[in-house]
């Protein structure tokens, strides 16, 4: 499975940003699609999750109310769409499939393939 993420940059606070994350190269359906961000000097962190085929989602508590997850499986693309962002926003966002089927998870290692991260800076 290859994870290829994009639409990082730079924004001001209080601004949008949508990023994309194209899936390809599965013979297995991913049970689950997750963004992830690594700020500097900080461990990488869930952001939130989508199941692939139901569509249900699971955000962190943190980012609750200004992030949006949606999917296009027709295109198999993975969206994530970024509202009131804040400075403490800026970090590498990765996108990861999940291929063990079950329920949206939160950890890391239980997501088996990454894409290469984008980087996302809000600042004035």
């Known amino acids: 499975v290859q994870l290829q993420a994009s639409g990082g940059g730079l924004v001001q606070p209080g601004g949008s940003l949508r990023l994309s994350c194209i899936v390809s190269?599965?013979?297995?359906?991913?049970?689950?699609l997750g963004w992830f961000r690594q700020a500097p000097g900080k461990e990488r962190e869930f952001v939130g999750g989508i199941a692939w085929t139901g569509g249900f989602t699971k955000y962190a508590d943190s980012v609750k109310g200004r992030i949006t997850i949606s999917r296009d499986t027709a295109k198999s693309t993975l969206y994530l769409q970024m509202d009131d962002l804040k400075p403490e926003d800026t970090a590498v966002y990765y996108c990861?499939?999940?291929?063990?089927?079950?329920?949206?998870?939160?950890?890391?290692?239980?997501?088996?393939?990454w894409g290469q991260g984008t980087l996302v800076t809000v600042s004035s």
């Open positions: 190269g599965y013979t297995s359906t991913p049970y689950a």
């Open positions: 990861a499939a999940q291929m063990r089927w079950g329920r949206v998870e939160v950890k890391e290692y239980l997501y088996e393939h």
